[in-house]
């Protein structure tokens, strides 16, 4: 992840993606499966407790159709 301090270009696709697909490259989850460089196509949040007492700590924006 240097490139992001030695690289001065404009931001684009390409080079964002890169990013994610570097930085997830070896992470896997058991429950689902992890989209690299790619947009979201479903909701998402980040939570945290049980099931009978989740705590919604962010809600992303819907998706854009």
């Given at each position: 992840?240097?490139?992001?301090?030695?690289?001065?270009?404009?931001?684009?696709?390409?080079?964002?993606?890169?990013?994610?697909?570097?930085?997830?490259?070896?992470?896997?989850?058991?429950?689902?499966?992890?989209?690299?460089?790619?947009?979201r196509d479903d909701?998402?949040?980040?939570?945290?407790?049980?099931?009978?007492?989740?705590?919604?700590?962010?809600e992303a924006l819907?998706?854009?159709?």
């Amino acid at each position: 992840m240097f490139e992001v301090n030695l690289n001065k270009d404009y931001m684009n696709l390409e080079r964002l993606h890169g990013w994610h697909n570097t930085l997830f490259e070896y992470i896997q989850s058991k429950t689902y499966k992890i989209k690299r460089a790619k947009f979201r196509d479903d909701e998402m949040s980040v939570v945290s407790g049980s099931p009978e007492n989740v705590q919604i700590h962010y809600e992303a924006l819907p998706v854009e159709v």
